[in-house]
């Protein structure tokens, strides 16, 4: 829901830190001059201008809630721009289906707007290369729902599940850096909590853990001392070295 939550007064929601400013989760990676986005949350279009961000190569998406999809439109205007004529856009199955339904008037066979978004949308069936680097898709669960997570390169981007199948484990080996979904402190049906996070990262042995996700039961200055030397509450706009 984003921090400051709507209606709320706690220590978070109220708090002047900045770290506890926190849009809806979403992650860039960028290369030599390229740039993948997963996914175009409602504060996509704020994120883009927060961080001077001009062009985008490619958008996966890890599923089709809301706050991952609802940003979508706003990538008219990048998209006018993009050399290939379209962005490609790639998501399984079932989030595609969402996105070509709630966003019929860009995908519709008939579409006629005339600036709708340049979009291409693709099924993800396996690995994705986008300007030389491999985006591995990882199966992961959001309670009931089978969501998306990513590997590239030496990190991964888990965001928004409760558990890892053990199928997807072997995707993970060898892992440097994890991006981590660690809603709150308290346990929760579809969400990591922030001791589940923790141990899926010594699970993974990654060398460095980031959590993403938080709501505002997470307050940073107080949940960062708590933390482990090589896990991280992140923030936004925050900047993480890895290798491609």
């Known amino acids: 829901m984003g921090v400051p939550t709507l209606g709320c007064t706690c220590r978070t929601c109220t708090s002047t830190d900045p770290r506890d400013r926190r849009l809806r989760p ?11 986005l997963i996914d175009t949350g409602p504060d996509f279009r704020w994120q883009m201008l927060a961080n001077s961000i001009r062009q985008i190569d490619a958008v996966l998406y890890t599923h089709s809630h809301a706050d991952h999809i609802l940003g979508l439109d706003d990538l008219r205007p990048l998209s006018f721009l993009h050399p290939g004529g379209k962005i490609p856009l790639y998501a399984d199955d079932a989030t595609a289906t969402v996105l ?3 966003f019929e008037y860009t995908f519709a066979a008939d579409a006629s707007y005339p600036t709708r978004a340049r979009v291409e949308l693709n099924r993800l069936t396996g690995p994705v290369e986008i300007e030389g680097v491999e985006f591995q898709p990882v199966a992961l669960q959001h309670g009931d729902l089978e969501v998306t997570g990513f590997r590239f390169g030496n990190a991964a981007y888990l965001t928004d599940m409760s558990s890892i199948p053990d199928t997807s484990l072997p995707l993970l080996e060898g892992l440097d850096v994890a991006i981590l979904d660690a809603l709150r402190k308290s346990r929760h049906p579809s969400h990591a909590s922030l001791d589940d996070a923790i141990g899926w990262a010594r699970r993974l042995g990654v060398e460095r853990a980031f ?11 107080e949940v960062a001392k708590e933390l482990p030397e090589c896990m991280q509450l992140t923030y936004d706009g925050m900047r993480i070295p890895i290798e491609l």
């Open 100 to 102: 070509e339904r709630v």
């Open 211 to 221: 959590f993403t996700h938080m709501s505002h039961e997470i307050l940073h200055a």
């Open 26 to 36: 979403s992650v860039t990676v960028e290369w030599a001059g390229h740039r993948v």
